[in-house]
Nanobody
Framework: QVLLAESGGGLVPAGGSLRLSCVVSKSTNDRYAMGWFRQAPGKEREFVASISRNGDIANYADIAQGRFTISRDNIKNTVYLQIDNLGPADTAIYYC???????????????????WGQGTQVTVSS
């Protein structure tokens, strides 16, 4: 069983930065490929970034290129999403998700993730 807990969201002015964290609680030493998604009010949940089990492969959505950085610390069982130069369009609930332990590579598909956190709200003021 994998439990995910996001934190680090908040209200920030446009142009600011945030680092979101996702702590992975698990009962084994398995590692998981992880992803970040976001959902704005009235919109579908969309892919933002993903990272492989060992952190050597990272994929980004077009919307995330250049401003978002995904990383992980497997000692701390934590995955991070650094977001720079925030704009109002980044306002959303940000969710982290874990793939099954048999998968090494990251994925941009929601259907490939079996465990989800509760999300952390990011609000950007203009």
């Amino acid at each position: 069983q994998v439990l995910l807990a996001e934190s680090g969201g908040g209200l920030v002015p446009a142009g600011g930065s945030l680092r979101l964290s996702c702590v992975v609680s698990k009962s084994t030493n398995d590692r998981y490929a992880m992803g970040w998604f976001r959902q704005a009010p009235g919109k579908e949940r969309e892919f933002v970034a993903s990272i492989s089990r060992n952190g050597d492969i990272a994929n980004y959505a077009d919307i995330a290129q250049g401003r978002f950085t995904i990383s992980r610390d497997n000692i701390k069982n934590t995955v991070y999403l650094q977001i720079d130069n925030l704009g109002p369009a980044d306002t959303a609930i940000y969710y982290c998700a874990a793939r099954g332990s048999s998968y090494y590579s990251p994925s941009s598909s929601r259907a490939d993730y079996g465990s989800w956190g509760q999300g952390t709200q990011v609000t950007v003021s203009s």
